[in-house]
């Protein structure tokens, strides 16, 4: 019965949120308390369940969520995120451009939350192929690809952000395991796969058309290199250090300390605020109000994640996910791939990288925090399988549809197309890697 009601519940979830158009906030939010009432918690201890939920949720992300989004503010407002694309293409040239994008897609996309890089970004390709005279979504794919896969695959993005607590995986290792698995998968979905796409020869509106920072103005490619990727380099600097077994106690403590993902992320708005800030022209006040609404743009993330943690602790808190988990163990299946499975599942239904990657990590933690089970892969394989087939019901194909100016056939044929081979590598990439680590 209890497992009857936890399928009902995320039945409910994907209906209100696909069917209704609900906000995904208030469909969490509606469906936590709904679940918690037919499990049977007390109506006295239902709303505590819930805020207790969204509480142990943002309390381990919000610092990690909100740094990232005002790191990735600057560097996309600084001119680092132009200057890093303009050089990539300047020193791979015309006949390996598609491989310039795709290093451009990843390198800025590690900072940069998913909707913003595809605004930001979209723009150069578009500069690109009018100065190169090739398609834009020949070369446009190879880099939406790799901001997908950072998107899905990598900290501090808000999906894996959240999956890393609650499974009690290591951030480092998380970045450093997704790292391995991202390169090939966006080599096969980008530079390799965009080759069949040349024959679609869209041509973007005129509106998105870009209108590029002067290059006198822009920061010097060293400093943009090193600013957007300084949390990437600090987090696996720690973990490598970590590894070390020689170190004193007070030491080795102050490694930790140095490379917990909240302090990483301070430390690097802080040297950004002064490399692509600062020494850049700009007044102090000025980038903190660029900051300020970097966190008016990921405050609609955060409302969804706590929205998840909510129903997250519904279930712990009755005791259903004990036993989702007891069961889930006697399935001939691998739980690795049982995660991308519910996640690839919940994304094709509901849309949403983020809802389908959290909710599916709410009912696999039991089995992962009970052992057995690489934490870390976990939050990469979900990740992998909440970007599975991207349709109608995700704003991201609208989005690429609309500014490429495609029909609904050529935007499956290469948006959709792409996500499921990025989606379906990363499963594959977690497996193989899961046989070493």
Not at 392 to 406: H, P, Q, R, S, T
Request: glycine share 8%; with cysteine.
């Amino acid at each position: 019965m209890t497992l009857l009601i936890v399928i009902a519940a995320i039945t409910l979830l994907v209906i209100l949120i696909s069917k209704v158009h609900l906000h995904a906030f208030l469909a969490f939010l509606l469906v936590a308390l709904l679940t918690a009432l037919a499990l049977g918690i007390p109506a006295a201890q239902v709303v505590q369940s819930v805020q207790t939920g969204i509480g142990k949720m943002l309390g381990a992300l919000v610092i990690i969520i909100v740094l990232g989004a005002m790191l990735g503010k600057l560097v996309a407002e600084s001119g680092a995120a132009q200057k890093i694309a303009q050089s990539l293409v300047n020193a791979f040239g015309t006949r390996y451009v598609t491989w310039a994008m795709m290093l451009t897609g990843f390198i800025v996309g590690i900072p940069l939350f998913y909707n913003v890089g595809f605004v930001l970004l979209v723009p150069l390709v578009f500069s690109v192929a009018y100065q190169i005279k090739l398609p834009a979504v020949y070369i446009g794919i190879p880099l939406l690809a790799a901001l997908s896969v950072t998107h899905g695959f990598l900290p501090p993005h808000p999906s894996p952000t959240a999956l890393v607590p609650m499974f009690k995986a290591d951030m480092g290792l998380t970045l450093l395991y997704g790292i391995v698995i991202a390169v090939p998968s966006i080599i096969i979905a980008g530079p390799i796969f965009t080759k069949k796409l040349k024959y679609i020869k869209a041509e973007p509106l005129a509106g998105f058309r870009p209108q590029l920072r002067d290059e006198a103005t822009l920061p010097s490619l060293g400093l943009s290199l090193i600013t957007a990727l300084l949390p990437v380099l600090l987090l696996v600097a720690s973990t490598l250090f970590q590894l070390q077994q020689n170190w004193p106690p007070h030491a080795l403590q102050w490694i930790q300390f140095a490379g917990e993902p909240a302090i990483v992320m301070l430390l690097s708005l802080l040297i950004g605020t002064y490399t692509l800030g600062i020494r850049q022209g700009m007044e102090l006040k000025d980038v903190m109000l660029k900051y300020t609404d970097a966190v008016k743009d990921v405050s609609i993330i955060l409302l969804i994640v706590s929205g998840a943690g909510a129903l997250k602790q519904v279930l712990e808190d009755s005791s259903v996910d004990v036993q989702i988990a007891a069961l889930v163990k006697q399935w001939p299946i691998d739980p690795l791939v049982l995660g991308w499975i519910l996640a690839a599942f919940i994304r094709v239904c509901v849309g949403s990288a983020t809802v389908a990657g959290l909710t599916a990590a709410g009912i696999l933690a039991p089995i992962v925090l009970a052992g057995g089970v690489n934490p870390q892969l976990m939050v990469i394989s979900i990740g992998a399988g909440s970007l599975f087939f991207s349709h109608v019901n995700d704003a991201g194909f609208w989005m690429y549809k609309e500014y490429f100016n495609l029909s609904m056939k050529e935007t499956f044929m290469s948006w959709s197309l792409m996500e499921t081979i990025v989606s379906i590598l990363g499963l594959i990439g977690v497996i193989v890697l899961n046989q070493f680590v």
